[in-house]
């Protein structure tokens, strides 16, 4: 037969992990359609990219990562906007606490721009994961 003390820490652990995972989440969201980026004086602005209606209240950005993709070959300038901040998106894939405490509820976009004037490039792939906490 179970100790008191033992049936507590039995309940401890059982109740712990799952008042930590319902503190912590993350969202996903992707723009299917490609991006056309033609100018190197003015941004290029993805759609926005929205997280779920069902996000937790309060929740605040811990982390976010990125992808996208471009033609072979190809540079171009890349920024992440949270409607309060933007943080350059160094490279096709990345990783960034710079968005950290900002509100998780609000859609992200990517901003892009020609390093020089040239030919239009096709951004594809466009992905975002916000990891977040309450």
């Known amino acids: ?65 990125w992808r996208f993709k471009l033609p072979p070959g190809e540079q171009i300038s890349a920024r992440l ?8 998106a160094m490279g096709q894939r990345g990783y960034s606490e710079a968005l950290a405490n900002l509100r998780a509820d609000k859609p992200l976009e990517f901003r892009f721009r020609l390093q020089q004037t040239g030919r239009p490039v096709r951004v594809t792939g466009l992905q975002i994961i916000v990891n977040y906490h309450r």
């Open 81 to 88: 906007c949270h409607p309060q901040a933007c943080i350059p």
């Open 1 to 65: 037969m179970m100790k008191r003390k033992d049936m507590l820490l039995a309940l401890a652990l059982c109740v712990l992990p799952a008042l930590s995972a319902a503190a912590t989440g993350s969202w996903v969201a992707s723009q299917s359609a490609a991006l056309r980026v033609a100018l190197s004086d003015r941004e290029s602005r993805s759609a926005p990219l929205a997280p779920p209606a069902n996000i937790a209240p309060g929740a605040r950005i811990k982390s976010v990562s």
